[in-house]
């Protein structure tokens, strides 16, 4: 059993829903039983706009190069979805539990490494260069409005 308290006060604070889970399970345990418990502290997750701005680039790319080189998948060509889940099994981390972590999922830092390893495949893969994220994109995207 997984929950996620957030600390506050030097405290771990459970959600409603989590503690009632974590009572049930409890009493659901034989006296005298072992258990593990172990702690990590997590990253801020990200938002959906911060992952579709980070990866809308590498996706793309990869689905027009795939399109280019003639890549389908029964006869269709492949879409942004598909070109996700292959980028998301080729290149992205696993959790505790041997789990693909999705971009919501990550760290910053764990995302930042998911786009490395996106350029290194794309490169490796299919010979595609795919360029650094632009520091600069929201200025030029206030710009244009």
Sequence with gaps: MELYPTIRNHRKH?????MAFKEAYFLSIKDGTI????YSKMGKPKSHKQCKAMFAVPVELVRLKLKEMHIDVCCCEVNR????DILK???FGVGDHGETLGLSEMTTEQANQAYKNCQQWAASQIFLDIPDPDPNWREKKKAKQ
């Design 14 to 18: 459970y959600p409603p829903v989590q």
């Design 35 to 38: 258990l593990k418990e172990s």
């Design 81 to 84: 979805e598909q070109v996700y």
């Design 89 to 91: 099994k080729a290149c």
